[in-house]
């Protein structure tokens, strides 16, 4: 079966990590990222707390998990600063990309280039970095953990 290459992140910037994180570096590693807004009732009630347990579970082994706030509405609302109090205040420890959103733009470029329907959104990349799986919506942690624990064999 044929997959797709992920393609490069488009950030703003990169939270809770000391350097910029390229997923060509990552080769290698499963990468799981987890698309949210902060004020998305689905992302704040499931993704978070769905990322931070895959983060502690996972994150030492050769998977890397990452988060991806992707602002689509409500944009002067959901800037650098809140997202940082946001993070503060949730006590995130997982790397955050903050999603590019050019000037006069209303989608920022990676939710665009992954064509994302909307937060939350999961994506999975293989250790060839190859998108494996983008899932728009909530997804169980036992069906998760089942995609990533065949992928990291």
Request: one cysteine or more; glycine letters at 4%.
């Amino acid at each position: 079966m044929k997959y797709i290459k992920a393609e490069e992140l488009n950030v703003q910037e990169w939270l809770n990590t000391k350097e910029d994180i390229f997923l060509e570096k990552l080769k290698g590693k499963v990468i799981v990222i987890f698309a949210f807004q902060m004020l998305c009732p689905a992302c704040v009630q499931h993704t978070i707390p769905q990322c931070k347990r895959f983060f502690e579970k996972v994150s030492d082994k050769d998977i890397v998990v990452l988060a991806l706030h992707t602002v689509f509405e409500n944009h002067n609302v959901m800037n650098k600063e809140a997202l940082e109090v946001f993070i503060d205040e949730n006590r995130l420890k997982f790397p955050i990309a903050i999603d590019l959103l050019l000037e006069n733009e209303y989608m920022p470029e990676t939710m665009k280039k992954y064509a994302m329907q909307g937060t939350p959104t999961l994506l999975v990349i293989d250790q060839e970095g190859n998108l494996r799986l983008k899932v728009f919506g909530i997804i169980e942690d036992l069906e998760l953990a089942l995609i990533i624990g065949n992928l990291s064999k």
